[in-house]
């Protein structure tokens, strides 16, 4: 028992990322915080209320009549007002292919970290896809304690002649679903704000969107360190696959709540993009992941992006926000987590 206790001990080493190493003087800190040293910072987490998010049946939309397409529609962009999250159930995804896509991601976490990190040459995966921790990190507010594959969907489309063909393909085919979903709610959503039907399908290709596969490695400081730091989305619209470990935490109505896992759902987050374009009616809520002290934690997400030189502009004028590429959002999302450690995002672009 002891034996394969420290077996599995030793397992985790060489798949986690080198958190203790790399934050070492962070981690310091936090434990002089704990114990009341002067002059320490510290982040602690309060237990926060578990909600259920909005449920939107999709089978509505195809199987309803008149009525009930149009209240579906409705259910969708209240949820996206009020909450900027929402799930759906009936989404076109079968359990088969999430069970059989979420497999193939933790297969993929499990390999030691030293060949995850050379992304480019075991699983054909442009440089930088891999990521873990949040480099730019000067407080234990800032670390994030996770890893990700982060993959543009051109990476995965067709076959590369890769040794992970059987991980390629099930990427592709769970990218293809999740794809048309996006569209379809991204095409409600817009629809309502007057935009064309066209626009997502013209500016939302596959070679501009991505997947993001997320491991939340246990962490012995649970409540203190986040999994991944609040932020809000630099998208359209996310759709996220979870576990049932739970960890998911939202801002509604001014204070974070937790995200109650359900089985049948996958969950939809309004992004920045979507609240330039409606002038502030649909919501890109800050949200954040907590950690585990004794599970892992795994998720997939969704990302919908334009081209980088499609133009975000509110949708009358004058709008709350200046017009501006999503390539300018974006380099200033970037020069800004690199000076400060963290995400400004839409408050840099209010008139």
């Not at 379809?184 to 066209?198: D, F, M, P, Q, V």
């Not at 960890?247 to 920045?272: C, F, S, T, Y």
Request: with cysteine.
């Amino acid at each position: 028992m002891t034996h394969t206790l420290k077996h599995q001990s030793s397992a985790n080493v060489a798949m986690d990322p080198p958190f203790h190493e790399a934050y070492k003087t962070l981690l310091a800190e936090r434990a002089a915080a704990a114990t009341g040293a002067k002059g320490a910072s510290d982040v602690v987490l309060t237990v926060v209320e578990e909600w259920d998010l909005p449920l939107v049946d999709l089978e509505r939309l195809t199987a309803g009549k008149v009525e009930e397409v149009e209240q579906c529609k409705n259910d969708i962009i209240t949820a996206s007002k009020e909450w900027g999250f929402f799930q759906v159930v009936n989404h076109g995804i079968s359990n088969q292919l999430l069970a059989k896509m979420r497999a193939k991601q933790i297969e993929l976490f499990k390999q030691p970290f030293e060949r995850k990190s050379k992304e480019d040459q075991f699983s054909n995966f442009s440089a930088g896809s891999y990521r873990w921790g949040t480099p730019s990190a000067t407080s234990i507010t800032q670390l994030s304690w996770s890893e990700a594959f982060h993959v543009s969907l051109s990476d995965i489309l067709g076959t590369n002649g890769s040794d992970d063909d059987d991980l390629r393909s099930t990427m592709e085919e769970y990218a293809g679903k999740v794809s048309r979903l996006a569209q379809k709610l991204a095409e409600i959503l817009g629809e309502n704000l007057g935009r064309s039907s066209k626009f997502f399908v013209e500016n939302c290709v596959p070679s501009t969107c991505y997947l993001r596969m997320n491991r939340y490695p246990p962490c012995h400081v649970p409540g203190q360190i986040f999994g991944l730091m609040p932020h809000t989305d630099s998208d359209f619209l996310t759709i996220l696959h979870q576990d049932q470990v739970g960890g998911l935490e939202l801002v509604k109505d001014g204070k974070w709540i937790a995200v109650k896992p359900n089985p049948q759902a996958l969950i939809i987050n309004i992004g920045d993009l979507f609240q330039v374009w409606s002038n502030d009616e649909y919501k890109s809520v800050e949200h954040r992941v907590v950690t585990n002290s004794k599970k892992e934690r795994y998720s997939i997400a969704y990302f919908l992006c334009p081209w980088s030189e499609t133009v975000i502009k509110s949708k009358s004028e004058p709008g709350v926000y200046r017009r501006f590429s999503f390539r300018e959002f974006r380099n200033q999302v970037q020069e800004d987590v690199r000076k400060y450690g963290y995400k400004i995002g839409l408050p840099r672009f209010v008139l």
